[in-house]
């Protein structure tokens, strides 16, 4: 059985840091990417970031460049989202996800989902 947890979510101030922390158990994750989504209350899960377990290649969403930054620690099997200058607007729960093949955009190519973490930025 996959599971995937996160943590790290929280309260924060406008111009502040998150790091959020995604454990991978279950499986070996090598043939992996994972990748990381928000969804804000009453609008649809938007992805922000991606990473393959192998080589290290990442995939960042223009909403967050420049501000996020994905990465893994493949011997703990953890993917992380480092989130700096955060905005109100980034408040959303944020999710962890595995993908084996398709586009690292796209929510449907992901196999397996955490349940998320709460972000919560104020003004």
């Known amino acids: 059985q996959v599971q995937l947890v996160e943590s790290g979510g929280g309260l924060v101030q406008a111009g502040g840091s998150l790091r959020l922390s995604c454990a991978a158990s279950g499986r070996t994750f090598s043939s992996y990417a994972m990748g990381w989504f928000r969804q804000a209350p009453g609008k649809e899960r938007e992805f922000i970031a991606a990473?393959?377990?192998?080589?290290?290649?990442?995939y960042i969403a223009d909403s967050v460049k420049g501000r996020f930054a994905i990465s893994r620690d493949n011997a703990k099997n953890t993917v992380y989202l480092q989130m700096n200058s955060l905005k109100p607007e980034d408040t959303a729960v944020y999710y962890c996800?595995?993908?084996?093949?398709?586009?690292?955009?796209?929510?449907?190519?992901?196999?397996?989902w955490g349940q998320g973490t709460q972000v919560t930025v104020s003004s």
């Open positions: 996800a595995a993908r084996k093949g398709g586009s690292y955009y796209a929510t449907p190519a992901y196999d397996y």
């Open positions: 990473i393959r377990w192998t080589g290290g290649s990442t």
